[in-house]
């Protein structure tokens, strides 16, 4: 099982800021997928990004993976104090999903 | 329906209580799974489920022992609980064991006394 990296490891922003994070890792993705989990809830689905050099947008979400699929990115633009929560990145490794130490977001109004 | 349900939302117990979390989805999904979830950490996978029948155990100790009765329910029963047990329990579902996508249920916050 190969080990996910993710930073920074919090970040606590004002409204409005953009912001990065980043999960990598010293082998090859299969694929990736990004999660947020709010406050009290579960982890929730965001974006699974397969082909390297890939992109995807989901409102002011932008998923990068890279090149060489060892390394991903979340950007998220003009940040809302929704957006508060912890960031996951997960590889499905056989029947197991390998979370990574996860990016806790504050935003704050 | 898209939903993974958990019950108790909340769990208080002593260390020699018996008691049971249980999960249940109703999406024809074939895989279901608990994770043990520290504040401010990732989940932690303890089991997995695939077609009913136990297929990963992560060394969880025997005072956890998992119950799928059918493809739609999880149980997770617990006895003689530690305090350090205490955690966030999320139990998901995905079509198969191998398919990428989990859906993850809201959690039982579990207290051991």
């Known amino acids: 099982t190969q080990l996910l990296e993710q930073s920074p490891q919090f970040l606590s922003i004002q409204e409005g800021e953009n912001l990065t994070v980043y999960c990598n890792s010293s082998?090859?993705?299969?694929?990736l997928q990004w999660y947020r989990q709010e406050p009290g809830e579960g982890p929730v689905l965001l974006v699974t990004?397969?082909?390297?050099?890939e992109v995807k947008k989901l409102k002011r979400l932008t998923f990068q993976f890279g090149d060489a699929r060892k390394d991903s990115s979340l950007h998220i633009t003009a940040a809302q104090p929704g957006d508060t929560g912890l960031y996951l990145c997960a590889e499905a490794y056989g029947n197991k999903l390998v979370f990574g130490a996860g990016t806790i977001l504050r935003v704050k109004s | 329906d898209t939903e993974v349900t958990q019950t108790p939302k909340h769990l208080v117990m002593g260390m020699t209580n018996k008691k049971s979390l249980k999960c249940e989805q109703h999406?024809?999904?074939?895989?279901m799974y608990w994770y043990k979830q520290k504040a401010k950490k990732p989940p932690e996978l303890m089991f997995v489920?695939?077609?009913?029948?136990?297929?990963i155990n992560e060394s969880v100790p025997s005072r956890f022992s998992p119950e799928c009765p059918n493809s739609s329910l999880l149980n997770l029963h617990l006895h003689a609980l530690q305090p350090e047990d205490s955690a966030l329990y999320l139990c998901a579902s995905s079509q198969t064991s191998g398919a990428n996508e989990q859906f993850f249920g809201p959690g039982t916050r579990l207290t051991v006394l």
């Open positions: 489920y695939s077609y009913e029948k136990l297929s």
């Open positions: 999406m024809g999904h074939r895989a």
């Open positions: 082998s090859v993705f299969s694929s």
């Open positions: 990004v397969v082909t390297g050099g």
